[in-house]
DNA sequence: ACAATATACGAACGTTCGTTCTATTAGTCA
DNA sequence: TGACTAATAGAACGAACGTTCGTATATTGT
């Protein structure tokens, strides 16, 4: 069978752009019918649980995420140009026009810090690979000695990530026209620190 | 009359820590009255609308804010100390027992981003504010010659602030233990930056 | 083409939501 | 103390929520 998979995805795509917009709480089945031309019960079927629909959402998103904001950055030489592809190609993917509302892993990251079950773990699994991941290509400049010895690598993840953060904060809420220009400086500052 | 101006008091102060586990969209008038021991009329008859709350939720937490975080910044010596005391203070009103859930702020950024209206008119003013104050306060770092002449302060204050997401994150997403050490160290690489 | 099954609908469920009324109680001021 | 007003309760509203169920319609594999 594959007539359900097709509309599960289609599902799942306008899902994602409205938990973009209005958070993960802010999806309703009754909502998503009415965007999609369906019944509730039609929506409803291919999830079996709001919860479960909204664990579909996050594995979407973070496939997606892998896709076209890690995957191309390892093509890329590794170090510091890694990294830099890495930054960019984050920034630009919370532009895509699938997430219409910015970023869902950002928004999800506040959402649902105190909302205790399957989605956060699931999300809390999914940020700590994150950081690890800018952790390992930041190692990785270590020992190509482009980073400085000794660098403390989670200490560079944590910024990075936050300068994300702010980015996201500036483009979305303020909506700081050079948004992307303060960005990219403090990614270059914090590269510069990496090194000397 | 002030005992309504009293129980309306207590109202909000309850309301604010639902808001900070909750979010703004979170908060129920029905929860809030069971929560308080009152009926939905009576915690409504305070505010008049749902969204008149929130406002006032959101003028609550911004003057807890400017109390318990600036105000006391102020008071301190200008320049390096000031700003550290700001960084210091923010940090710390971020885990009063009035936050059960985090900044409120840092979690409104979010949540209303892409949802127009009063509220995210005013939080933005606010946050515009809240990043003009770092800034005033670096630049006055400048004038004294303890920040090197040129240096562009908004940038500063971006930074400054994604420090502070950052710990937001890995403090209450992460439950990271050394959030706060990541935070200073992160903030100490900045105001030295700012210096040479 | 036929049987099997996946897919979707429509109605109804019990809750909760914000909001609006009408009373009744409680507090304040003369 | 008495008159007035503010404060709260309680019931009801229409709408939206997630969920369940029985039924009809497509789609599939043979």
Known sequence: ??????TRASIL??????????GFEGISIGRLASEAGMSKSGIFGHFGSK??????ILEFVVEDFKLNVIGPALREP???TRLRALFANWLDWT??????????????????DDQPGDLRDSLVEQQESWLDCIRR???KAVAEGVFRDGLDTRQFAFEFHGIGLAFNFA?????????????????DRLIQSAKA
């Open 1 to 6: 069978m594959q007539k359900g998979e097709q």
């Open 13 to 22: 795509h306008r899902a994602v752009s409205m938990a973009s917009v209005r």
């Open 51 to 56: 919860e479960a629909l909204q664990l579909a």
């Open 78 to 80: 590794t170090g510091e």
């Open 95 to 112: 532009g895509t026009e699938l997430l219409a509302g910015g970023c869902p892993l950002v928004a999800a990251s506040v959402e649902l």
């Open 137 to 139: 290509m930041a190692q």
């Open 171 to 187: 483009r979305r809420l303020l909506q700081d026209p050079k948004a992307r220009t303060r960005a990219d400086q403090a990614v």
